[in-house]
Protein backbone atom coordinates (compact mmCIF):
# COMPACT_ATOMS: atom_id res chain seq x y z
CA UNK A 1 0.00 0.00 0.00
CA UNK A 2 1.19 3.86 -0.58
CA UNK A 3 -0.01 6.59 1.45
CA UNK A 4 -0.04 10.21 -0.63
CA UNK A 5 -0.29 13.13 1.74
CA UNK A 6 -0.62 16.54 -0.57
CA UNK A 7 0.34 20.26 1.08
CA UNK A 8 1.08 23.35 -0.23
CA UNK A 9 -2.38 24.66 -1.29
CA UNK A 10 -3.53 27.85 -0.41
CA UNK A 11 -5.03 31.23 -1.85
CA UNK A 12 -3.19 33.14 -4.11
CA UNK A 13 -3.75 36.09 -6.78
CA UNK A 14 -3.87 35.91 -10.19
CA UNK A 15 -0.65 35.80 -11.97
CA UNK A 16 1.26 34.28 -8.55
CA UNK A 17 2.86 31.37 -8.02
CA UNK A 18 2.08 28.17 -5.65
CA UNK A 19 4.01 25.27 -5.38
CA UNK A 20 2.59 21.84 -4.30
CA UNK A 21 4.34 18.98 -2.43
CA UNK A 22 2.89 15.24 -2.14
CA UNK A 23 4.82 12.82 0.47
CA UNK A 24 4.68 9.52 -0.15
CA UNK A 25 5.10 6.41 2.31
CA UNK A 26 4.65 3.31 2.74
CA UNK A 27 6.55 1.36 -0.82
CA UNK A 28 9.30 1.79 -2.69
CA UNK A 29 8.61 5.58 -4.03
CA UNK A 30 11.06 5.12 -7.04
CA UNK A 31 8.84 2.05 -8.16
CA UNK A 32 5.63 4.31 -9.07
CA UNK A 33 4.71 6.62 -11.71
CA UNK A 34 3.05 9.90 -10.07
CA UNK A 35 0.18 11.99 -11.02
CA UNK A 36 -1.55 15.30 -10.36
CA UNK A 37 -5.20 15.43 -11.14
CA UNK A 38 -7.72 18.47 -9.62
CA UNK A 39 -11.30 18.77 -9.30
CA UNK A 40 -13.64 21.94 -9.26
CA UNK A 41 -16.99 22.46 -7.64
CA UNK A 42 -19.97 20.60 -9.82
CA UNK A 43 -17.26 18.91 -12.43
CA UNK A 44 -15.02 15.79 -12.54
CA UNK A 45 -11.49 15.44 -12.03
CA UNK A 46 -9.54 16.17 -14.69
CA UNK A 47 -5.50 15.26 -15.28
CA UNK A 48 -3.02 17.70 -14.44
CA UNK A 49 0.65 16.40 -15.25
CA UNK A 50 2.32 13.11 -14.93
CA UNK A 51 6.01 11.90 -14.55
CA UNK A 52 7.35 8.67 -14.91
CA UNK A 53 8.81 6.46 -12.06
CA UNK A 54 12.53 7.71 -13.02
CA UNK A 55 11.04 11.44 -13.44
CA UNK A 56 12.81 11.75 -17.03
CA UNK A 57 9.07 11.83 -18.54
CA UNK A 58 6.30 14.26 -18.17
CA UNK A 59 3.37 15.11 -19.82
CA UNK A 60 0.63 17.82 -19.21
CA UNK A 61 -2.69 19.28 -19.62
CA UNK A 62 -3.31 21.35 -22.61
CA UNK A 63 -4.79 23.52 -20.05
CA UNK A 64 -1.73 23.89 -18.12
CA UNK A 65 1.44 23.65 -20.77
CA UNK A 66 4.09 26.35 -20.19
CA UNK A 67 3.06 27.52 -17.19
CA UNK A 68 2.76 24.37 -14.22
CA UNK A 69 5.96 21.99 -13.68
CA UNK A 70 6.09 18.23 -12.27
CA UNK A 71 8.87 16.93 -11.10
CA UNK A 72 10.30 14.61 -8.13
CA UNK A 73 12.79 13.51 -5.80
CA UNK A 74 13.15 9.76 -5.32
CA UNK A 75 15.63 10.04 -2.59
CA UNK A 76 13.06 11.82 -0.61
CA UNK A 77 10.03 10.26 -1.50
CA UNK A 78 8.10 13.65 -3.05
CA UNK A 79 6.69 14.94 -6.48
CA UNK A 80 6.32 18.11 -6.88
CA UNK A 81 3.79 20.57 -8.77
CA UNK A 82 5.25 23.86 -9.53
CA UNK A 83 2.56 26.37 -10.51
CA UNK A 84 3.13 29.38 -12.06
CA UNK A 85 0.48 32.10 -14.20
CA UNK A 86 -2.31 31.07 -12.04
CA UNK A 87 -5.54 31.64 -13.47
CA UNK A 88 -8.85 31.55 -11.62
CA UNK A 89 -10.04 28.28 -13.41
CA UNK A 90 -6.83 26.40 -12.00
CA UNK A 91 -9.05 27.06 -8.52
CA UNK A 92 -9.56 23.16 -7.72
CA UNK A 93 -8.73 20.93 -4.79
CA UNK A 94 -5.55 19.11 -6.33
CA UNK A 95 -5.32 15.28 -5.74
CA UNK A 96 -1.73 13.64 -6.19
CA UNK A 97 -1.87 9.83 -7.58
CA UNK A 98 0.32 6.79 -8.25
CA UNK A 99 0.12 4.14 -10.23
CA UNK A 100 2.61 0.69 -9.91
CA UNK A 101 4.26 1.12 -13.29
CA UNK A 102 6.82 3.35 -15.03
CA UNK A 103 4.22 5.34 -16.47
CA UNK A 104 0.40 6.74 -15.57
CA UNK A 105 -0.43 8.69 -18.26
CA UNK A 106 -3.51 10.91 -18.29
CA UNK A 107 -5.93 8.36 -17.61
CA UNK A 108 -7.37 8.10 -13.75
CA UNK A 109 -8.02 4.29 -14.08
CA UNK A 110 -4.68 4.10 -14.53
CA UNK A 111 -4.00 5.28 -10.55
CA UNK A 112 -4.19 2.92 -7.53
CA UNK A 113 -3.56 5.38 -4.97
CA UNK A 114 -4.87 8.51 -4.00
CA UNK A 115 -4.05 11.56 -1.62
CA UNK A 116 -6.70 13.56 0.41
CA UNK A 117 -6.21 16.51 -2.24
CA UNK A 118 -5.37 20.34 -1.34
CA UNK A 119 -7.73 23.48 -2.12
CA UNK A 120 -6.08 25.64 -4.47
CA UNK A 121 -7.80 28.77 -4.50
CA UNK A 122 -7.09 31.63 -7.37
CA UNK A 123 -8.56 35.11 -6.75
CA UNK A 124 -9.25 37.76 -9.68
Known amino acids: QVQLVESGGGLVQAGGSLRLTCAASGRTFSSFGMGWFRQAPGKEREFVATISLSGATASYADSVKGRFTISRDNAKNTVYLQMNTLKPEDTAVYYC?????????????????WGQGTQVTVSS
Open 97 to 113: AATPGQWGGDSRTRYDY
